[in-house]
């Protein structure tokens, strides 16, 4: 029986390895791992950007993380580095075990939420499977973003707004559409406090807004009907 179990976890060591060796790969030809997301032109070229693999250590222990973390609305125009984004990313709803499961934890592990970035460049469509970012439009949707978020200025001001959507149907297949709604509501509050103490790990600002037009954050972002936005966190270097 021990060993089955030293072979079982010997088989999970090398899939995770694995994965990480595939997205280095990948990295090369599509960004750099300290360089800013590339410009639109950039991007619609290549379609898919491959983020930088996650780093599983950092400069501040899970309790300092707590004792830091404060609502951020006000940001330097500085942008986030591409492996900054990488890390929020994954903090959120990174792939952490090769079953698929992730960061946040996920009623019947059906994981619902969809990720999106917004930046100068454009929107983005984060891709957990293959830790990369896909082009949705090009273009600054910040300031209509703000618009249709009750002209909160943070998400002006901020160089990305990390997007938390919902595609509910997953969750109701399993749990009902009574059921299904609080589950999600509750995975979507963990990703988001993954994101938000992730921020403060690596010594950036962010703020959980709940405040905004629902169908129009969906129209301005162009995101498909069945992503319902449930969170906008801007997020940025402190001013």
Known sequence: MKHRRWITWLVSRILIVAMLVGNT???SACTTETGALSTKTEVSKVGVTALPVPSSEGPLTLEEAFLKRRSVREFSPEPL???EISQLLWAAQGITNPRGFRTAPSAGALYPLELYVVIEGGVFHYDPHAHSLAIVSSGDLRSDLHRVSLWQDAILNAPMVL???AVYSRTE???GRARSPRYVHLEAGHAA???LLQAVSLGLGAVPIGAFEDSQVQEVLG???DHEP???IPIGHPK
């Open 163 to 165: 997007v938390v959507t």
């Open 193 to 195: 406090q993954n994101a």
């Open 25 to 27: 790969l990948g990295l």
């Open 173 to 175: 297949a399993k749990y």
């Open 223 to 225: 995101l498909p009907a």
């Open 81 to 83: 580095s591409t492996s």
């Open 230 to 232: 449930l969170y906008l």
